[in-house]
């Protein structure tokens, strides 16, 4: 894979600078069915939700046929389209029952490979790198299932902050930990929860900060920049990385799994070999996972520009 460091983003980046399209009272209203009605009905309220964005949203549209005929190998159909957009949506309407505890609802099949068996069972605390795609959420539910340490989150507040507020407002008791990058004592937060042995999920995909460093890897055919931030400060904190993906496989259907990207307190490699190595075999394993599942990528929006 090609790659290129210490790459300037632009001063506003593309995604966090796009209005949100969420309209509040539509996703109360769904909210409502979901938690009053059931998944089964909630589901139906999709399709007309989805056909919506799939007329109007067009630059999602564009940016939706592109990845998928980098993907598929294809021009992407109107039915494939759809689809996309319905694999998200899916995730998210998830989200509502995840957020209340209801994980019982879920089949999760959870791999792991021997390096992440070995990291979780020592109860140490991990990043773990994520992506837009498929379910970054099913994490908790994973970890809930083991009895395991407290998930927190670290994420650009700002972005879909209406959505994020609604799936708050369901469950005033949640637990989850979001740790809010750009204030003073972000690094702090993540070091503590590190300390105390937990998970620290963190979507490495898109940048987290204006003007943030990034590398530029051949991505589906094209090159395309990632973030370097997330693997800096899994370095400065000696922190081990785990890749953390929760493909969403249909019906009630999520496999979970986790990899060993690197440790971050191994000294036997510098610094900028080590990030490397580490974010070229994420690279590498995100692609794997959007060519197995790739209805499941939900970036709507040119990720190669």
Known sequence: MRTSDNIPEKSATEWAARPERSNTLA?????????????????LFLYPICLYFFIFAAEARRSSRKYLRKVLGREARIGDGFRHIHTFASTILDRVFLLNGRFDKFDVRVHLDDAAQRMIASKRGCILLGAHLGSFEIMRAYADQ??????SVVMYEENARKLNSV?????????QQVIALGKVDSMLKVEQALQRGEFIGILADRGLEHGGASATFDFLGEAAKFPTGPLRMAYMLKSPVLLMVGVYRGGNRYDLY??????????????NELIRQAQSRYVARIEHF?????????????FWK
Do not use: H, S
């Open 27 to 43: 996703i109360r209203f769904i909210v409502w069915v979901a938690l009053t009605l059931g998944r089964r009905v909630a589901r």
């Open 146 to 151: 083991i009895q395991g340490p407290p998930a």
């Open 167 to 175: 799936l708050k407002a369901i469950n005033p008791d949640l637990t």
């Open 258 to 271: 986790f990899e060993e990207l690197a440790d971050m307190a191994d000294a036997g490699l510098p610094r």
């Open 290 to 302: 959007c060519r197995e599942a790739p209805y499941n990528w939900f970036n709507f929006f040119d």
